[in-house]
DNA sequence: CTGTTAGCGCGTTCAT
DNA sequence: ATGAACGCGCTAACAG
């Protein structure tokens, strides 16, 4: 029962071999009779055709790598599962890398990726650190089918698909200066990655259309972009004085924000407004729901798979990038 | 440049493909000469070898499948990633499934799987919903190589790896008892899943311990275990009167209520308590955090694949289940 | 419409 | 220690 090939269905089904695999893949040449007949003979023998043979004689292994940063903050776990789906409904697998939010493990996971026979590659890239990408050169020499996904890496700009960063943070934070914010403090990870260049730029660009000027001390750099980098930024932020309003880079970041300023006794929105940036499935039931820009996950997820089997198709496809818009979500954490 | 073989790596290195193959599978066989011969050439030719034709000769695929529910809940994301390493630690790739928390489409995502030849199968159960199980039943009897991780299937009681969910209810159900709490209230979605079966379990111990009664009134069934279901239960459950305290079946759902405690204007901890289950990465940055057990997701991880590769070393290995002790972690959202 | 046959690229015998 | 030859299961090109 462990190796039952396409011989022996053949065989049961009284055809050669030829006849019996242009069945099994539903050829238009092949007579209904004969079709059913192989079916049966499948059924029976409860055959599964080989995928190694089949990939070796088409050289499609049928396989999508996918590249995730890591699974601690949500909003990589949701962008994962969407991405998922998509390739799923292709017919396809996906094969799943973890970066660990380094560009050398990255570059290894990659390797093994392409070990395994991937026929293209979905990048959520690295989001710190200092940044060697010989490896993604390489491939893109190739032309290899690659799509970066959520952001991109400068030296790379091609086949990307994420939203418009910079209008996101636009819109919120001239929404909190309507609000009658001033002192806003934008806080996050690594200034040196595109996600944060972008969003600081959208934080010049609303502070600009005031005519207010911005301080130094607004932007905030933590050594990281989870909860702890929140912990670390807010006490930075503090000793600048108590700011009207925090910006985070997203929303775990947030989250960790808020509930440090609760246990020092400050109130929010009250005392001071927390935003955050991505709009994960829980930033809406949280005690104080997280006003937020959301990202589409799942169109973000479509479209970056439709251009990877573009590309997987004809890899010399023109190079894209498609940039979504992004939604202010206001809830309660930004109210006045 | 796209299909350099190994015939092409024994050429340049002037030896033959089989002498090729074994150095590079670092055979005992060759010389060191000769392999370092190799070495370069398959350096110089950036040569990679083809999984398939490897996959067809060996027929070993190097990969797994692993089955989630959704990642819409992050504990399924943050066990996945841990999944993901103890596979890649072993030189495994991992192959995504999503069940969507239906039984249906996890027979379809396990036939897929299938389809691309994965050695073996880590399986998160579907936690609602009817459980038609025909699909495992027929690799249980094959003696595929099979483990469920974090919960199983009744049917199929068989190489599993869960923490022990009773107890921790117990211990949480217990702490709350001697807090002073009284009337509590425990919240799920599908009570005929194993995971809220055991759960339950453990609360009666609690209150049989202290010599209560438990009314029926203090068992609430949401329509899922999400924090939508968070939301129903808790109106469900106000119905009956005002709880002391509320234990979710998971932290997410434990944010939901919370979330709708505070908008209906009760104080957690003061007016009502709140625990959950899981303890996820954001459930301690909670604006109140939350009070959980806590499942040793890594070690359940390690476990579960550890098992999983006895199994396919050896199909006839006696069937195991592996049970790991919760931790209580105490904080806010309980305190008296 | 169907049967025959030649690879796909690699691992693994046998010989040498 | 190394080379030659075969087979893994399937697809596709060619015959008929």
Redesign the pocket.
């Known amino acids: 029962m462990e ?8 065989a049961l089904a ?12 539903d ?9 059913k007949l192989v079916r049966e003979a499948v059924q029976k023998l409860d ?8 990939s ?4 499609f292994s049928r396989t999508i790598g996918c590249l995730i940063p890591d699974f601690q903050n949500p909003f990589f776990g949701e962008l994962a599962g969407y991405l998922q789906e998509e390739v799923d409904s292709r017919g396809y697998g996906l094969l799943l890398g973890l970066t660990n939010r380094s560009c050398a493990i990255e570059a290894k996971a990659i390797d093994k990726l392409l070990d395994h026979g991937v026929e293209g590659l979905l990048i959520v890239p690295v989001d710190v650190g200092p940044l060697n990408l010989s490896h993604l050169h390489k491939l893109a020499q190739n032309h290899f089918p690659m799509v970066f996904v959520s952001s991109f890496y400068k030296q790379i700009p091609m086949n990307y698909v994420m939203t418009q960063l910079q209008e996101g943070s636009y819109m919120l934070t001239r929404h909190l200066l309507e609000q009658g914010y001033r002192s806003i403090v934008i806080v996050s990870g690594d200034p040196d990655q595109v996600p944060f260049e972008q969003r600081i730029a959208g934080f010049y660009q609303a502070y600009r259309e005031f005519n207010l000027e911005i301080s130094p001390s607004q932007i905030i750099r933590a050594s990281g972009n989870s909860f702890q980098g929140g912990y670390e930024a807010i006490e930075m932020a503090l000793r600048h004085g108590k700011p009207d309003a925090v910006e985070a880079i997203n929303d775990v970041m947030a989250m960790g924000i808020i509930s440090r300023l609760k246990a020092k006794g400050y109130k929010v929105p009250e005392d001071i407004a927390v935003a955050g940036y991505d709009d994960l499935s829980i930033s809406g039931i949280q005690e104080t729901p997280l006003s937020t820009v959301k990202q589409p996950l799942q169109e973000m997820a479509h479209e970056g798979v439709s251009m990877l089997f573009q590309l997987i198709r004809n890899r010399e496809e023109i190079q894209k990038s498609i940039i979504l818009s992004p939604n202010l979500v206001l809830r309660k954490s930004t109210e006045r």
Chains 1, 2 share one sequence.
């Open positions: 190796k039952t090939t396409i011989k022996d269905v053949a009284g055809v050669s071999v030829g006849t019996a695999s242009m069945a099994i893949n050829s238009p040449r092949i007579s209904e009779d004969t079709k055959y599964r055709r080989n995928p190694f043979a089949r070796l004689s088409t050289s």
